[in-house]
């Protein structure tokens, strides 16, 4: 038994991966794999129509947005959200809460104008800036709901005079969300919807449209919309394990039951940091991740010795990012609560014999 | 028994399938799905690099080329050759024998100048256009080496004074090809080599850095080749896919084992197809693809009962595209003769009871 703590691509539920193990061999019962049939057959069609309706229900998606399916990552969609948004006389505004912030901000530097409205930099990114003002002449406001390898999330969304442009890719279906406060929201599946090859996208259809660049096909959200997503052959096989993944948090009672698992989840981790002396959180309190739990040790020498016990134990993935050093536990929606248990007795027990 | 002559995403051998559906529910014994591990693990790096080995050695790549695995579909790479390759001053040739050829073109008018050197569009594209002149001073020339909606192919590559780029995402590892020729090759998996969801792109490093258009990191083929293929999290399990693919054909021989197979294939099909009396060919001799092979009936209202005794018979994916009619059979790498000969009985045995 291993308890999958990596930050993504992350664990997914065991139902899901049977499933998905069987249609690679027998979709549906059609005598041929998934993989091998095509995107225009009725049986692929049905797979992707309940994959934007599965999106649509458990994330409440207001009427005037459409759902896509799309290839090439939250790193694809840093560019697309400026080729499409930004006007290359206009200016987008920017939340630098890290890393990936970072990237998105670089990209739509190709397109126009970027003004960083606020940076937690300073601080190697441990803290959300929350005092700033939105410019309202810029053509969007961008934000990274958490950030995967600092371990902060934004607990409230601000309020924005214009289109919020969000990269939800570690967090998207692990809580309630306003879908109607957004202009555009993205997200790499491979966290908490599907595995790595897929990425969604939540487009407002009235803020598309407004620049007069041209734009290639592939990158344009209009074509894609039109197509339905199969403007070319889409990711069939991650879109059908998404599909999966979405009707197993249907089936737990939805996003609103998903968020109290994690924020127990969350809440019972970070209280053993707090209280465990050989550990130390690494964030600011407020800004604390449901996804992503950093800490480090301290005493770092005790660090290797950890991991070692760890990896006997079968906790895999907690390992912190190179820039953070210490650990991150990915608690992810298919994470069990038992996982994070088996995590705090390592923990105690490594206390224990270390005192 | 269902004999799969689908246009793509297309037939994938049986013991590739297998493997993958195990990895989907433990990877080569870790205890976690291929889903859900990182794509920095040392396990999937293994794969990612097995891939590209098996291209290089299956394909005889040379010294000087980078092989990507990327994503979004060849209609990415329309753009994206463009993008990479022509000055916003200069101009592209191509070579218009379908309607993938067009949209490549079409895409390439976003970023300069195009121009068609030649085209079938006036016959609907029965035949490969030999007798034209590429221009010295374009960037490149840009051809379709297969057409899959039409049936047909270049049996020979036109020597080009530019870099030649060439669409072979229909009939990629079908044929021995010298890489040297090319200044850029790309592929959609889906029909010879995996899954949809990855992009093979075999590029020649010197052809690159030569427009100072600034390109959006995920569309530089340079950023790509610096991150090998991992600037972002690749679509793991296509590539995953993908090599188990390569591998089943290394073990069988590698590409000139499979193109004489494939050649057999479709000799035994248009053989038949030329002496049965209720079916024509559509394409000019000289031309027809060996990947798929198009053909009418002399009596169109025949054309449904004989799908209702090919679907009775097992026989799928035969319909022919709605701009051709008539069927389509893809005979793809992973398609066994026996297979070829199962749709050859039903022919004979329709032709028989249609005397």
Known sequence: MKHNFGAGPGILPHEVLKQASEAVIDFNGTGLSLL???????EFEAVLDEAVLLVKELFGVPEGYSVLFLQGGASTQFALAPYNLLPSTGKAAYLETGVWANKAL???KFFG????????KESNFTY???????PADAAYFHITS?????????????????PLVCDMSSDIFSRKVNVADF?????????????????????KDEILGKVDRKIPAMFNYQVQIEGGSMYNTPPCFAIYVSMLTLRWLKAKGGVEVIEQENITKARVLYDEIERNPLFKPVCATEDRSHMNVTFVMENAELEKPFLKLCDERGIVGIKGHRSV???RASIYNALPITSVYALIDVMQEFAESNK
Chains 1, 2 share one sequence.
């Open 113 to 120: 104008e970027v003004e960083i409205v606020a940076s937690s």
């Open 183 to 203: 202009g555009l929201i993205y997200a790499g599946a491979q966290k908490n919807m599907g595995p790595a090859g897929v990425t969604l996208v939540i487009v």
């Open 106 to 108: 670089k990209e739509a």
């Open 325 to 327: 050093g210490g650990f």
């Open 128 to 134: 959300i800036p929350k005092d700033y003002t939105i």
């Open 146 to 162: 958490n950030n995967t390898i600092y371990g902060t999330q934004l607990q409230e969304f601000p309020k924005s005079p214009i």
């Open 36 to 42: 091998e049939i095509s995107h225009r057959s009725k």
